[in-house]
């Protein structure tokens, strides 16, 4: 599989978990602009990389720098603080990203092992519309698009109806939600359903090298996530969305039929599923429940492997 990120605190979460992962064999990571800026994004995927030990030449390649069809709209408040990487400083990386652009990276990737890779998308979908644009025959070739995007049955996280990823982009999210490609969509209807107790991230804070530093990156954004909203743990939606493929029974899906509003006055961004058509040409599978305790105990589980890393 690829993961396609925007980091962000829970993206960097979602990367150590599936660096983690024996179930996955990841081919490489890509990034898109999204909870800041791509050159920031860029930056920050290189540390994060840093921290799982893998090799300099470890496919990482840098996409598209805004929403296809729009203005860039920055994010209101810095919910993953200064830098997007909760203010926990890391140090410069030696790492360069590959010269071939994202997309067409992520095309030859596709083709070469045609039905056999997962494309795991956890920032706007700039990137994925992109690719299905230019390289169609490549998006078809793709066994799996999973998606941690938009807020079918709760309200948003940007608007009342609008989660951030799929109003970051929508004209984006329309076109890979209306593909017919099959996708699985991670939103915050389980997101926020299995949230991580700051318990635990301050006991992976404890935990020296990498481990240590997962715990400080959850612990900084939790007590961010937190003090807004009152509860004792915060979701880790990116994380989840990496879950959902080493783990697909951790999530309770529903098929259906979706796409992402474009034009709305106040709705403009929010995912519309219709899960009353289960036989429709176009089913994507929409997670509704979450084994919350079983999320957060895998994912401190793998975290805590980094210790001494
Ligand atoms: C999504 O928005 C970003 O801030 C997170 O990284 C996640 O991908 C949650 O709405
Ligand atoms: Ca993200």
Not at 98 to 126: K, N, Q, Y
Not at 294 to 305: D, K, N, T
Request: aromatic share 4%; charged share 20%; with cysteine.
């Amino acid at each position: 599989m690829v993961i396609d990120c925007d980091p962000g605190v829970d993206d960097a979460v979602a990367l150590l978990l599936a660096f983690a992962s024996p179930e996955l064999e990841v081919r490489g990571v890509t990034t898109v602009a999204g909870n800041v800026s791509l050159a920031d994004v860029d930056r920050n995927a290189a540390r994060v990389l840093d921290l799982t030990g893998l090799p300099e030449d470890f496919p990482l390649v840098s996409g598209v720098a805004g929403p296809i069809a729009r203005q860039r709209r920055m994010r209101d408040e810095p919910v993953h603080g200064p830098g997007g990487l909760g203010g926990v400083d890391l140090p410069d990386s030696p790492r360069r990203h590959r010269e071939a652009h994202a997309v067409d990276w992520l095309a030859d990737e596709a083709l070469a092992r045609p039905g056999e890779l997962t494309l795991i998308a956890v920032g706007p979908l700039s990137n994925v519309a992109m690719l299905l644009r230019r390289h169609p025959a490549a998006g078809a070739a793709l066994r799996e698009i999973v998606i941690m995007g938009g807020a079918a049955f709760v309200q948003g996280n940007v608007t009342p109806a609008a989660e951030f990823n799929f109003y970051a982009d929508p004209e984006a999210a329309r076109c890979v939600l209306e593909s017919g490609l099959p996708i699985r969509v991670v939103g915050l209807d389980v997101t926020r359903a299995a949230l991580f107790p700051l318990e635990a991230a301050e006991e992976l804070t404890a935990l020296s090298g990498t481990a240590g530093i997962a715990g400080q990156l959850l612990s900084a954004y939790t007590r961010r996530v937190t003090a807004a909203s009152g509860a004792t743990g915060s979701p880790v939606h990116d994380a989840l969305a990496v879950a959902a493929v080493t783990h697909p029974d951790i999530i309770g899906w529903e098929s259906g039929w979706a796409t992402v509003e474009c034009s709305g006055e106040y709705t403009r961004g929010a995912l519309v599923a219709d899960l009353r058509t289960p036989d429709r040409d176009r089913p994507t599978q929409i997670g509704r429940t979450v084994d919350a305790d079983r999320f957060v105990r895998l994912l401190s589980e793998r975290l805590a492997g980094y210790a001494d890393a």
